[in-house]
Structures are given as structure tokens and as C-alpha cells.
């Protein structure tokens, strides 16, 4: 399948708008999840599935006992918080864990910069009905402040319960996906996107320093996905960071197949830059 692209470590590539079609070349296209490799049941404790009418959309990182960190494009801004809930400790969506917690949604609160377009501050805190109580399966992951930075190269982790191919939906039961993926500097993220469409209308530096880009741009591996809004997880000295949230990446290659050229990193909302907004 997809020319063998699919190893072990492998991503495959997936890639679907979060809402309605696909979207044309040019533009952003969000994900849903990608491949990987099968978790452990307690790894990620602060991935969490955030439901819309009781179907899985996105990914999203417990921050705070009544705090979830996704994406902006993950709520329909015509959507009322009751159609969604947040469910804290699952592990395979299809077979409910007894350590998994569901909670109504209080309040979804848009970064206020957010742009549809470009995708810039593409994220939202997501307020929980009642707090949860802490357990191995459920713990807040980190965040990483306003100067901390994850140097080029660095491998970080993306998780979520996305679509392992194209048009095929994770298997049953749905367990947890992880892929490891290294950090790419923005300018060579920039130049492997900015490759793929040279006349974007976006520009030639449509990532932007609130973005950061994780993945691989030259490598047989190839680059999966991760759930949208879902969390890049940084591992510092016994600490996990929450260094993005999963925005966008490019689905379709030169030739307009899908998936069949996973050499895009996936871009994510830099937590760093939003740092001063989560704490107001
Ligand atoms: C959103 O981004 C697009 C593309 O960069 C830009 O043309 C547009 O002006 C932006 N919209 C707002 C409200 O800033």
C-alpha cells in the first residue's frame, strides 16, 4: 500500500478537511488523524476525543482540571457548546475504558486572531462543564511557556484517533495512535510547501512564526498526520510539554493524488505564541 511508504514508524498520509470537501491544492487541507504505531493504554494521560453530536472530530490536550487545548477549526461557530463534549481517558473509542470520563462543554472560547484562510491562531481553550479528578489515565500535560523552544531536530510526539488512510477511518477497535516526529525550522517548511505551490495565494512565508512544522520533508518514511487540535507532545528532561496543537497539512502532491507523496510536515499551532492569552 502506498508504495511501501507505510513502515512500522511510518505515517501514512491522511488528510481530510475538517469540515465539508476537500479542499483545492492550494490551500490548507485539516487533518484528521494519521497512522503510527498503536499506544499503550495510559501513555498520553492528557489526549483527549472531542465529540460533536457523539462522534469523534478532533484531538485536544488536558491543560488544566477544567481546561482543554484544540484547534479553532475544530468548532463550528454556529455549533452551541452542548453539541459537544470532551472525553478524558479513552484509549479505543470503539471499546470504552472504565478509566475514561466524559464531560459536557461549558464554554469554547476562539483565539480572537483566529483566520480561517491562513490558519493563524488556529486554537481554542475549551471549558469543561465540571473539572475531572486526576488519575493515571487522566493528567494535564505542560505547558510550555512563552520562551521555551524545541530546537530543529528534536524528536516530539503527535497522537490522536484520525484516519489511517485516506477515505478509511482509524479500524475498530480505534485504538490510540502515536508517531514520533521531528521538529523542521520554518523556513524549511516554508521552502517544502512553497516547492509543492509556488504561486500560493498565501504567499511564500505562509508559515508563520506562530506555526511550527513537525514531520519529514525529505524521507521515504513519509509524514502521517495527527488529529486535528490534537496535541505535539515534548519530552524535557521528566517534563511533556504542549509544544501545538495539530492545524493543517498538505494532502494532496504535484499531481493531485491524495496521500501518495507523504513528504509534507504537518503544521501546527506553535503553543509558545498563545502562552500570555491561555494564562489570561
Ligand atoms: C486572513 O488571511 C488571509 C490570507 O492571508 C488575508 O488575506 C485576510 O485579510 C485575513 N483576514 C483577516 C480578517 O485578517
Known amino acids: 500500500m502506498m508504495g511501501g511508504l507505510c513502515s512500522q514508524l511510518a505515517l501514512l498520509l491522511l488528510l481530510f478537511p475538517a469540515h465539508g470537501a476537500v479542499e483545492s491544492q492550494d490551500q490548507p487541507v485539516f487533518s484528521r488523524i494519521i497512522g503510527g504505531q498503536d499506544v499503550q493504554e495510559g501513555k498520553w494521560p492528557w489526549q483527549?476525543?472531542?465529540?460533536?453530536?457523539?462522534?469523534?472530530?478532533?484531538?485536544?490536550?488536558?491543560?488544566?482540571?477544567?481546561?482543554?487545548?484544540?484547534?479553532?477549526?475544530?468548532?463550528?461557530?454556529?455549533?452551541?457548546?452542548?453539541q459537544y463534549r470532551v472525553v478524558l481517558g479513552a484509549h479505543q473509542l470503539a471499546n470504552p475504558s472504565p478509566h475514561q470520563v466524559?464531560?459536557?462543554?461549558?464554554?469554547?472560547?476562539?483565539?480572537?486572531?483566529?483566520?480561517k484562510t491562513s490558519s493563524v491562531a488556529d486554537i481554542a481553550l475549551v471549558r469543561l462543564e465540571k473539572p475531572v479528578t486526576f488519575t493515571k489515565f487522566i493528567q494535564p500535560?505542560?505547558?510550555?511557556?512563552?520562551?521555551?523552544?524545541?530546537?530543529?531536530?528534536?524528536?516530539?510526539w503527535v497522537?490522536?484517533?484520525?484516519?489511517?488512510?485516506?477515505?478509511?477511518p482509524l479500524p475498530t477497535p480505534k485504538t490510540l495512535q502515536q508517531l514520533e516526529v521531528p521538529i523542521i525550522s520554518t523556513a524549511a517548511c516554508n521552502d517544502r510547501y512553497n516547492s509543492?505551490?509556488?504561486?500560493?495565494?498565501?504567499?511564500?512565508?505562509r508559515i508563520k512564526s506562530s506555526m511550527l512544522c513537525a514531520g519529514y520533508t525529505d524521507s521515504p518514511k513519509g509524514f502521517c498526520n495527527g488529529d486535528s487540535g490534537g496535541p505535539l507532545a515534548c519530552e524535557e528532561g521528566d517534563t511533556w510539554y504542549l509544544a501545538g496543537a495539530v492545524s493543517w497539512f498538505r494532502i494532496r502532491n504535484v499531481r493531485g493524488e491524495l496521500c501518495s507523496d507523504p513528504e509534507f510536515p504537518g503544521v501546527f499551532t506553535r503553543l509558545m505564541a498563545y502562552d500570555s492569552w491561555i494564562q489570561g
Open 196 to 205: 509543492l505551490n509556488p504561486n500560493s495565494p498565501l504567499g511564500p512565508e
Open 141 to 156: 500535560i505542560a505547558l510550555p511557556g512563552a520562551s521555551r523552544q524545541f530546537p530543529v531536530g528534536k524528536t516530539c
Open 159 to 168: 497522537t490522536g484517533w484520525g484516519r489511517v488512510e485516506v477515505g478509511k
Open 48 to 82: 483527549v476525543s472531542v465529540q460533536e453530536d457523539d462522534k469523534h472530530v478532533c484531538g485536544g490536550s488536558l491543560i488544566a482540571a477544567q481546561w482543554v487545548v484544540s484547534a479553532a477549526h475544530c468548532f463550528n461557530p454556529s455549533a452551541s457548546p452542548s
Open 102 to 115: 466524559t464531560r459536557e462543554v461549558q464554554q469554547i472560547i476562539l483565539q480572537p486572531s483566529y483566520n
